[in-house]
C-alpha cells in the first residue's frame, strides 16, 4: 500500500503506489483486471435495464466513442457472403482510404484490425523478440516515473517476451540506445493524457533508423487530434515505420476498428501474425471502416472540434455554479475533468475524512457508477476496457441522445457529492460498483 502519510503532515493518506502500465495506483475494491471488468459487467446491465425501462433516449453517450457498423451501400450481394472475396473487396478500397487519412505510398501497405488494443499486441508480437527491448516514448505524466501511454502497448511487449523502458523525450530514447544493443523497436504514444512533441517524435526515428530499428506510432485519436488541436505532422511524414488509428473517436463515426499503415516487409510479418491471432478485422467491419474513412471531412471535423470545446466550456461554467472548485477544468475537444487525486481528495475533504484505505480509481468508478445509475451518462471509467483512463470525464462528441449540458453539469456534480456521502463504507461502494 506504500508509505504511509499521516494526517499531521498536511496531506491526505490513500492507497497511490501508481502502476507505470495502468496510469493509476491499484485500488482496495478495484485490485485488478478481474474487479475492473465485474464492475464494467455490472455497468453493462445497467444500461440495458435502462434501455429496456426507459427507451434509447435514456442512455446517453459521454464517452466520445461509437460503435457505428453501418457498410456502405456497395456491401451488398453474393460477393459479400464470401469471407474471402469480401474482405479483398473492401480492402481494396480501404488501402486508398487509410493512405489518404494516414500518410504512405506504394511502398507501404494496409491491415484491418478489430481493435487498437489488439493491433498494439499484434505488432509487438510479430516485430519484438523474446529478450529484446521496447523504448516506449510517451507523454509526461503527474506520479508517473517517465510518463504514461496506453496500456496495450506494454501488455503487448510483455506477451511478446519482451521488455518495455517508459521515456518521455528523444534525449532519453537516445541514452537508451547508446546503454542497450538489443533493442528491437521503439514505440510511440504520442497523444494520450498529454502531447509528446513533433520534435521528439522526428529525432526518435532519424536515431532509431541510424541504427536500422523501426519506429511505431499508435495515433488511436492522434491521427485527427495531434494535427487538428497540436499542429503536428502525419505519423509517416515524420519518419514512422507503422501507423495506426481507432475508427470510433475524435472525428472517425465508425466501428471500434484499427487501420494500420506500415512498410510493407514489416507489416508482413503483421499481417501473418494477426492471421494466426485472429486479430484481423471481418469483412463487414473493414466495409465499416470503409464508409467511415469516405465520410471524413477535415474541414467538417475541424467544425466538429471547435463545437465540442465550445461545449465543454458551458458544461464547466454549469459545474463551476453548482461547485465552485477550480479542481474541475476542461481540455477543450477532450471533456471535462477531474484528476483521479483531485476527486479522491475532494470527496475526502466533503466527508470530513484525512486517511480512507481506498485508491482514487475506487472512487471514480464510484463516481462514474453513480452518473451511470443515476441519470443514464457513460463514461469510459466504468463502461471501458480493464486499464482504461479512469480520469473522470465527460465529453460529447458521439452524444447523439437529447441531453442538454445543464442536465451534464448537474450529473457530473450531483455524483461528487453522493461519492462523498459514501466514501466512508467500503461495503457500501461494493455495492454500488458490483450490484
Known amino acids: 500500500m506504500g508509505e504511509k502519510i499521516t494526517p499531521d ?11 507505470s502500465v495502468l496510469g493509476y495506483a491499484p485500488g482496495s475494491i478495484i485490485r485488478d483486471e478481474i474487479d ?25 453517450n459521454l464517452m466520445g466513442l461509437t460503435d457505428n457498423c453501418e457498410t456502405p451501400d456497395f456491401f451488398e450481394g453474393p460477393e459479400f457472403r464470401e469471407r474471402y472475396l469480401a474482405t479483398a473487396l473492401a480492402k481494396e478500397k480501404l488501402e486508398i482510404l487509410a493512405k489518404e487519412h494516414l500518410g504512405g505510398n506504394q511502398d507501404h501497405s494496409v491491415l484491418a484490425m478489430n481493435r487498437t ?16 527491448t521496447v523504448p516506449y516514448l510517451v507523454p509526461e505524466f503527474p506520479g508517473v516515473d517517465f510518463g504514461h501511454g496506453h496500456p496495450s502497448i506494454p501488455r503487448g511487449v510483455e506477451f511478446a517476451g519482451g521488455n518495455v523502458k517508459l521515456v518521455n523525450s528523444a534525449t532519453t530514447v537516445q541514452q537508451l540506445l547508446e546503454e542497450d544493443d538489443n533493442v528491437s523497436l521503439i514505440a510511440i504514444c ?18 532509431a ?61 503483421i499481417g501473418a501474425k494477426a492471421n494466426l491471432l485472429g486479430t484481423e478485422a471481418r ?31 458551458n458544461i464547466l461554467s454549469l459545474a463551476q455554479g453548482k461547485l465552485n472548485d477550480p479542481r474541475i477544468f476542461t481540455g477543450g475537444v ?9 476527486i479522491m481528495e475532494m470527496t475526502m475533504e466533503m466527508a470530513g475524512i484525512d486517511e480512507i484505505d481506498l485508491a482514487p480509481v475506487d472512487v471514480s468508478m464510484t463516481h462514474a457508477m453513480f452518473m451511470l445509475k443515476d441519470t443514464g451518462m457513460m463514461t469510459v471509467t466504468n463502461l471501458h476496457y480493464p486499464g482504461a483512463v479512469k480520469i473522470p470525464t465527460v ?17 457530473f456534480v450531483t455524483s461528487i457529492y453522493r461519492t462523498a456521502e459514501s466514501i466512508a463504507d467500503k461495503t457500501k461502494l461494493e455495492k454500488i460498483l458490483f450490484e
Open 9 to 19: 503532515s498536511g496531506e491526505k493518506w490513500y492507497r497511490k503506489n501508481v502502476d
Open 36 to 60: 475492473d471488468f465485474r464492475s464494467a459487467e455490472n455497468a453493462w446491465k445497467v444500461i440495458l435495464d435502462r434501455y429496456k425501462t426507459h427507451g434509447y433516449d435514456s442512455v446517453h
Open 117 to 132: 488494443g489488439a493491433a498494439n499486441v499484434t505488432l509487438m508480437a510479430a516485430l519484438v523478440p523474446p529478450g529484446s
Open 190 to 207: 504520442a497523444s494520450y493524457r498529454g502531447i509528446v512533441s513533433e520534435e521528439d517524435i522526428r529525432k526518435t526515428c532519424k536515431l
Open 209 to 269: 533508423h541510424e541504427k536500422g530499428i523501426p519506429v511505431f506510432l499508435d495515433d488511436a485519436s492522434g491521427a485527427r487530434t495531434r494535427i487538428m488541436v497540436y499542429g503536428q505532422a502525419p505519423g509517416i511524414d515524420m519518419g514512422v515505420d507503422i501507423v495506426v488509428t481507432s475508427c470510433e473517436k475524435f472525428g472517425l463515426e465508425g466501428p471500434r476498428a484499427a487501420v494500420m499503415v506500415g512498410r510493407k516487409d514489416l507489416m508482413l510479418k
Open 283 to 313: 469483412p463487414s467491419i473493414v466495409a465499416a471502416m470503409v464508409k467511415a474513412l469516405s465520410d471524413y471531412d477535415p474541414e467538417t471535423v475541424k467544425g466538429k472540434f471547435d463545437y465540442w470545446s465550445r461545449r465543454h466550456q
Open 334 to 342: 477532450f471533456g471535462v475533468h477531474i484528476t483521479m487525486n483531485d
Open 395 to 411: 465529453r460529447v462528441n458521439a452524444l447523439k441522445t437529447p441531453l442538454e449540458d445543464e442536465a451534464i453539469a448537474e450529473g
